[in-house]
């Protein structure tokens, strides 16, 4: 009986973590306690480590158990439109006032961030909500959708765009029919529109930013699991990525930091969809 984790001597965490960071590449030092430490209990119990130590010893043996360790961290739940009143949202506030910039500008070219994009549901709601959103002004268009992921398994999936009949649960049929076709391996993505995205891996605990002059980022899911220290790093790598106007679209439950308070403009609070406003004061 017994709970194995609380057994453990908590000060041994930290160490784990840092090798984990430091041999197995995965920096989990600044997720949420409580999430790590229910995760790694699941570990222990499928290597039969008793404790934080017999588990570093166990990695040592293991190598491969540092991805295992990273899949079972990493929560992928996703979903097409993952949540309906953002996207909405999103065309209605967001797309007309960016598209209208555009053309103002005489710029024909889009780009979007998925900044933790699973098995590529986000980016292709995305890629979808554009398509829907242009029509046959899609053309006029040089869309990037760039998608990224610490998982390199769901990065590869996401890359080979096919679903499940459990994947597509919940689409409206109209959007199945235009942008899947059935085959005999599933729920394939339409061509042009797996064309929009490209996929890469990227670590949001890393402190570069990998992208500039963004229109648009979805943070979506992520901020949940990470201390406020590194929310807060991660939000203003984010927001100076972002070109101005540019959007910053969170989680349902997830707000920007403190940091970015008087640097975004909140457009929906219910959506968690903001706008950057003016002056590119990039920290570092
Ligand atoms: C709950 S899913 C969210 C997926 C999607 N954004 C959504 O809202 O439906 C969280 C994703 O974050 C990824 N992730 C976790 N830590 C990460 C990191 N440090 N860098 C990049 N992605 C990470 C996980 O692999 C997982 O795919």
């Given at each position: 009986m017994?709970n194995?984790?609380?057994?453990n001597d908590a000060?041994?965490?930290?160490p ?5 960071h ?6 989990f030092?600044e997720y ?9 209990e699941r570990?222990?119990h499928?290597t039969?480590a008793?404790?934080y130590?017999d588990?570093m ?5 293991h ?5 295992k ?18 996207f ?5 506030l ?6 209208s ?5 005489g710029e024909p070219s889009l780009?979007?961030?998925?900044t933790?994009?699973a098995r ?20 006029d268009?040089n869309?990037s ?6 998982d ?8 080979a765009?096919?679903y ?7 689409l ?12 005999r391996?599933?729920?394939?993505m ?6 929009m ?8 605990t ?6 500039v002059?963004l229109?648009c980022?979805?943070?979506?899911n992520?901020?949940?699991y990470l ?7 991660l939000?203003d790598m984010l ?11 969170l989680g349902?439950?997830?707000t ?6 008087g640097?975004?403009d ?10 950057k406003?003016?002056?590119d004061?990039?920290?570092?």
């Amino acid at each position: 009986m017994g709970n194995t984790v609380a057994q453990n001597d908590a000060v041994v965490l930290d160490p784990l973590l840092e090798k984990v960071h430091r041999d197995g590449g995965y920096d989990f030092r600044e997720y949420k306690r409580g999430t790590v430490t229910r995760r790694l209990e699941r570990r222990l119990h499928a290597t039969g480590a008793k404790t934080y130590l017999d588990y570093m010893e166990f990695l040592d043996a293991h190598p491969e158990e540092y991805q295992k360790l990273a899949d079972d961290l990493t929560i992928k739940v996703s979903g097409f439109f993952r949540s309906p009143y953002t996207f909405q949202q999103v065309a209605r506030l967001v797309l007309p006032e960016l598209i209208s910039y555009k053309r103002n500008q005489g710029e024909p070219s889009l780009r979007l961030w998925s900044t933790a994009c699973a098995r590529g549901e986000e980016p292709y709601s995305i890629a979808i909500l554009l398509a829907e959103f242009l029509g046959n002004r899609l053309q006029d268009f040089n869309i990037s959708v760039y998608a990224t992921d610490i998982d390199r398994q769901a990065l590869e999936e996401a890359q080979a765009g096919i679903y499940s009949l459990k994947d597509i649960d919940g689409l409206p049929s109209a959007i199945l029919e235009s942008y899947f076709t059935r085959r005999r391996e599933g729920y394939v993505m339409r061509a042009d529109i797996r064309q929009m995205l490209s996929f890469s891996y990227f670590d949001l605990t890393s402190t570069i930013h990998p992208f500039v002059d963004l229109d648009c980022i979805f943070c979506c899911n992520i901020l949940i699991y990470l201390q406020e220290q590194l929310q807060e790093r991660l939000l203003d790598m984010l927001y100076n990525s972002l070109a101005t106007p540019g959007y910053l679209i969170l989680g349902e439950v997830e707000t920007p930091t403190n940091s970015l308070r008087g640097k975004l403009d909140c457009l929906d609070t219910k959506a968690r969809i903001y706008r950057k406003i003016g002056g590119d004061d990039e920290d570092d």
